[in-house]
């Protein structure tokens, strides 16, 4: 099956600072990948879809500014937080939408990386 | 709008079976999705649906009823390893994935 990685999976830093995650696609291309947040106990909430060569799609309530997407490559996305704070603390999770799986473009999951701003 | 509505938490014991109900109102219906998440990890597979009825794997089934906006995913000979978080999730007319909130499962010995 599709594999989809995801580094660092766990990241402690300084309040101010800049954290860069990477997803990658491991044996498929994925023109459209996505990122989702997930505090403690609740549901994934979609933060933005990434599309290869173009600009990031947000979601309402989602700073742009703040949450930098690229998607360069067709099996690389990065997210980067810039001047991360301790309410940036998460567990954030990409996944790749592979449209040739034949169960509705499925999307398949990164292994998710744990922020911790201090 | 478009929602997914799922039980908040269910409790069930070793052994016995479980059914976790979703209800849904979507823009398109390209498929409805189920997946497991242990806390701290992320969401794994367990089944797809996208016609009519039941599909079984292992001790894992699924339901789906189009016209109902309905499915409900039936976990049987429940394991303690079962405790966990299922998510409902519908694929909509632009195979965005709307997703339900999650239903913690409980299991007790």
């Known amino acids: 099956g599709a594999v989809v990685s995801q580094h660092p999976s766990r990241v402690i830093c300084k309040s101010g600072t800049s954290v860069k995650i990477e997803c990658r696609s491991l044996?498929?291309?994925?023109?459209?990948m996505f990122w989702y947040r997930q505090f403690p106990k609740q549901s994934l909430m979609l933060m933005a879809t990434?599309?290869?060569?173009?600009?990031?799609?947000?979601e309402q309530g989602v700073e742009k500014d703040k949450f930098l997407i690229n998607h360069a490559s067709l099996t690389l996305s990065t997210l980067t937080v810039t001047s991360a704070h301790p309410e940036d603390s998460s567990f954030y999770i990409c996944?790749?939408?592979?449209?040739?799986?034949?169960?509705?473009?499925?999307?398949?999951f990164g292994p998710g990386t744990r922020l911790t701003v201090l | 709008g478009q929602n997914i509505d799922q039980p908040t938490e269910m409790t069930a014991t070793e052994g016995a079976i479980v059914q976790i109900n979703c209800t849904y109102q979507?823009?398109?219906?390209?498929?409805l999705f189920w997946y497991q998440q242990h806390a701290g990890e992320a969401p794994t597979f367990l089944s797809y649906?996208?016609l009519d009825g039941l599909e079984e794997k292992g001790r894992f089934s699924s339901f789906l009823s189009r016209s109902k906006g309905y499915s409900y995913l039936l976990l049987k000979e429940l394991q303690m390893k079962d405790s966990a978080s299922y998510l409902c999730?519908?694929?909509?007319?632009?195979?965005?994935?709307?997703w339900g909130a999650g239903t913690k499962l409980i299991i007790k010995p």
């Open positions: 044996d498929f291309q994925a023109t459209t």
């Open positions: 979507t823009s398109g219906f390209n498929g």
């Open positions: 999730a519908v694929s909509d007319s632009n195979y965005q994935l709307i």
């Open positions: 996944s790749a939408r592979d449209p040739f799986s034949g169960r509705g473009e499925e999307q398949f």
């Open positions: 649906n996208v």
């Open positions: 990434s599309n290869e060569g173009s600009k990031a799609t947000y």
